[in-house]
């Protein structure tokens, strides 16, 4: 067997993300007494990527994320608002959602009965992070699950990859496969580290960047026919 230690990333990957998002920003929305729900939520979506990018690339802390998010968003509808109480909130309404995609369920099985181990690999809160896997049909394929929060290091850095290879018992990167969505966080990452990667793009997005993953996945069941090749 090639591969041997399949590391996953879970937002976009493994989590349908954008149905979770959805849910809980709704809720504090409501909590929040917002009337124009739609209007908030496309302001917020690619305002809070950008602060992920950006945490990817070290330009803005983990905790001017969640400090100023929130505040920020009702900063631009002309609201003062304590950003870390509405932070707390929506730690509290996206850690309900658990929601996968279509697949993962069946994915997972099938590769832990195959005889890979799974681990989940993610730039997250912890809080967040814990309790949507507790809320989610998955968690009980990963061996271990390791957040950046916990960690202190994000994907892509290399330290975070270099805590998971030290905290996997016999975890040697040639026979290691990193999966996600993400080109900075997960291929790059995984690629700097000497970690095979599969880009998982569903939307079909052109990959212009000087990142290139190992593979490339549309579905997620493709993944069984690759990682069976290598056996």
């Known amino acids: 067997m090639t591969y041997h230690f399949l590391l996953f ?96 369920v069946n994915l997972l099985e099938q590769l832990s009965k195959e005889g890979f181990q799974l681990y989940a690999i993610t730039n997250g809160i912890t809080a967040i992070q814990e309790n949507r896997l507790k809320h989610s049909p998955i968690s009980h394929y990963f061996k271990q699950v390791f957040i950046s929060d916990q960690i202190g290091y994000h994907k892509p850095d290399p330290a975070f990859f270099n805590h998971v290879a030290e905290a996997i018992d016999g975890f040697r990167a040639r026979y290691a496969l990193v999966i996600g969505d993400n080109l900075l966080a997960d291929i790059k990452g995984g690629r700097d580290v000497g970690i095979d990667t599969v880009w998982y793009n569903p939307d079909n997005q052109v990959n212009s960047s000087e990142i290139k993953p190992t593979f490339e996945i549309k579905k997620l069941e493709d993944l069984l026919g690759l990682v069976n090749k290598t056996i």
């Open 9 to 104: 990333d879970l937002d976009h990957t493994l989590f349908d993300f954008e149905l979770a998002e959805e849910k809980a920003l709704t809720l504090l929305l409501e909590e929040a007494n917002v009337s124009d729900i739609s209007t908030y939520m496309a302001y917020y979506k690619p305002m809070n990527k950008a602060m992920w990018e950006a945490l990817s690339k070290k330009e803005i802390t983990k905790d001017v994320l969640v400090k100023t998010r929130f505040a920020n968003l009702f900063a631009h509808f002309n609201r003062t608002e304590d950003g870390l109480f509405w932070a707390k909130r929506y730690e509290y309404y996206l850690g309900l959602q658990g929601d996968v995609y279509p697949f993962a």
